[in-house]
């Protein structure tokens, strides 16, 4: 190779290369952020669902649909049934309560789609947290102010870590809290 090419390849190709490289990375690590935290994740539901209406204007308490949130780890999506104890009889001519009647009455479970995740390998328990007193918009946002429901909040190790350590500052609203347990055990198992 003479000194001339090895020169060019130095000098104009090599930054160029480094550039494009970095600047992909810087791409998508941006442009992928929202999916790996999910802060601000809103997906468009098969049947427009307003925590705004029923959980704002109406009142309807979270543990009305999220039943098992006391007794389980999970809060789950209400099953049909749920909705189907008011939309027997509120709103039932709607194009949109016909349809979640007509998955009702055939027995299938409606294609909602999930907001909130914690990653598989992770075992969070909501019973014990909302026993403790832990307001479900600790985590979750205002979803009564919410129309279409959004991630608010990360839910990685580190944003998990930071309530466990400061429970105090993070939950005043809860007199004599003592911080959440910080072992990997709580969490990995």
Known sequence: MTNSKLDYI?????????????????????????????VG??????????????????KIDCQYCHTGVE????????PLSTCMNCHRFAMKNKPDIKLLTKYYK?????PWKRVHRVPDFVYFNH???????IKCESCHGDVRQMTRIKEVQSFTMASCLSCHRNAHKR?????NISNGPQYCYTCHR
């Open 10 to 38: 130095l000098r104009i190709r090599l930054p160029i290369t480094i550039f494009v490289i970095i600047a992909a990375f810087a791409i998508t690590f941006y442009a992928g952020k929202s999916e790996r935290d999910m």
């Open 41 to 58: 994740y809103s997906p468009v539901q098969p049947i427009p669902f307003s925590h705004k209406l029923h959980a704002g204007q109406m």
């Open 71 to 78: 007794k389980s780890r999970v809060a789950m999506v209400p």
């Open 106 to 110: 055939e027995g299938k479970a409606f």
């Open 127 to 133: 019973s014990a947290h909302v026993n403790k007193g």
């Open 171 to 175: 939950l005043p609203y809860l007199k």
